[in-house]
């Protein structure tokens, strides 16, 4: 028997290598001759570093950077040979502050730019950005002002030259454009602390920025799929940096060679914290069932809803890890998740000839 775990981090209590560890205990106990794969996975939000790093190497450079408040914190992105992965949660990231200092009229992605320019600094060329986690709401406009005050020769972007023979890669499951109901600001800035005037005033300044771009440039590109991500930063990335916008699951899978991986496979593990109709929109759960080759495909979750949705788009086995009527406080819990993880997997192994 051959499984394959692919289980994603459940967001602040697991991480994805926490989460497969679980997974692996059970099988390893209950089928000690299973042949068990594990793959640290993630979307393009906390923990894409390090499956990068786990699938390709590489060396983990670090660099001290400005946070969303601009202070100055060290973070980390990976580098292997021309090619660099850039994490933006390590600079950017909503869990770099307390919940008192979430405020995305002010929070800053220069921190982002920061890591971006000290990759090109070190000889990178191909550059891919996983975009998730942001506490910023900038349309990216911090992040290119970083590469103006790292490269330009005369304080604009006009000044920059060497851009243009850096390939940059989006990674994000959002595909929601920069501005309108479905914008960054409206669907986003609520969760970074943004009040409803705070909400509005975001949407304006969106607005007004991609305006004067597409003035600029001759070309609008803040409607594309992708361009809300990371509170607008994909949309920087694509209309000044002619970023390709991939699935951050899809391309991390490509990586690690999943096709390859899972042909001989008996069942593929994954799951993350709430699996829901959202799960069918593109998450990462998902992007393992588009790729499965028929294998079917367990999805286990820290909560769970429209399973029937779930079951019917595809997933052999859909389960929640936590008992009815377990508290939240106490489900969050890192060994209660880790022993969830653990008896649920050994209780569907039951159902299978081990």
Not at 79 to 90: F, M, N, P, Y
Not at 167 to 177: G, L, W
Not at 339 to 346: A, D, P, Q, Y
Request: hydrophobic fraction near 45%; charge should be negative; proline fraction near 4%.
């Amino acid at each position: 028997m051959k499984v394959i775990i692919a289980i994603d981090s459940f967001k602040g209590c697991l991480t994805s290598k926490q989460a497969n560890e679980a997974a692996a205990q059970a099988l390893t106990s209950a089928a000690p001759n299973a042949e068990v794969v594990t793959l640290p996975v993630s979307d393009g939000g906390e923990g894409f570093l390090q499956a990068f790093h786990d699938a390709v190497g590489g060396v983990l450079m670090e660099v001290t950077v400005d946070d969303p408040m601009r202070r100055p914190i060290k973070a980390k992105y990976l580098l292997k040979g021309q090619r660099a992965v850039i994490e933006i949660a390590q600079a950017s990231g909503l869990n770099l502050l307390k919940p008192e200092e979430r405020n995305p009229m002010i929070a800053s992605s220069y921190g982002s730019g920061q890591l971006v320019a000290d990759a090109i600094r070190n000889g990178a060329k191909d550059i891919i950005v996983g975009l998730g986690g942001s506490a910023t709401s900038d349309a990216g406009q911090g992040m290119l002002e970083a590469l103006i005050d790292a490269f330009s020769n005369n304080g604009q972007w006009s000044g920059i030259k060497l851009l243009n023979n850096v390939q940059f890669t989006i990674a994000s499951d959002v595909r929601n454009p920069l501005c309108g109901p479905d914008g960054a600001a409206h669907v986003f800035a609520p969760q970074k602390g943004a009040t409803h005037s705070q909400v509005l005033a975001l949407e304006e300044r969106a607005a007004a920025f991609a305006e004067r771009s597409a003035r600029y440039f001759g070309y609008d590109r803040s409607a594309m799929p992708g361009a809300g991500a990371a509170g607008g930063l994909g949309y920087a990335f694509l209309q000044y940096l002619n970023a390709e916008c991939r699935s951050g699951i899809g391309l991390l899978l490509e990586m690690f060679h999943f096709k390859n991986k899972i042909q001989d496979a008996d069942i593929i593990i994954t799951g993350e914290g709430a699996a829901d109709r959202q799960t069918l929109m593109g998450k990462l759960p998902m992007g393992i069932l588009e790729q499965s080759g028929g294998v079917p495909v367990w999805l286990i979750a820290g909560n769970i809803s429209d399973r029937e949705a779930l079951l019917k788009a595809g997933f052999a086995r859909v389960e929640c890890i936590n008992a009815p009527g377990t508290p939240l406080e106490e489900a969050m819990l890192q060994e209660v998740a880790m022993e969830g993880i653990r008896c649920t997997v050994l209780e569907l192994l039951r159902g299978e000839s081990v």
